[in-house]
């Protein structure tokens, strides 16, 4: 069983943190390049950061740039989203999938049933 799952999600401040985890099953995740995708109530689904699958190379929409941190950890089989200064308008639900294309590519073939990340004080 092919799977990504998401926890980390929560209720958080304006300015405040939270970390996110996508924790891959029935596949080897360090094989495979990550994204992290969002996607606020009303509007369209976005990328907003991937990871290679050596995590030698790491992308970032640039509304995230900066607050945002992608990381790996293939011992655990789990990709990271470390969410610093959050604003109001992160708040979204948050997938991870994975894009077996790499992350300058646009595929992605298995996805997370999402955690949801409000901000608001």
């Known amino acids: 069983q092919v799977q990504l799952v998401e926890s980390g999600g929560g209720l958080v401040q304006p300015g405040g943190s939270l970390r996110l985890s996508c924790a891959a099953s029935?596949?080897?995740?360090?094989?495979?390049?990550i994204g992290w995708f969002r996607q606020a109530p009303g509007k369209e689904r976005e990328r907003i950061s991937c990871?290679?699958?050596?995590?030698?190379?790491?992308y970032y929409k640039d509304s995230v740039k900066g607050r945002f941190t992608i990381s790996r950890d293939n011992a655990k089989n789990t990709v990271y989203l470390q969410m610093n200064s959050l604003k109001p308008e992160d708040t979204a639900v948050y997938y991870c999938?994975?894009?077996?294309?790499?992350?300058?590519?646009?595929?992605?073939?298995?996805w997370g049933q999402g955690t949801p990340v409000t901000v608001s004080s």
């Open positions: 990871i290679s699958n050596g995590g030698g190379s790491t």
């Open positions: 999938a994975r894009a077996y294309s790499g992350c300058t590519g646009s595929r992605t073939d298995v």
């Open positions: 029935g596949f080897a995740l360090t094989y495979y390049a």
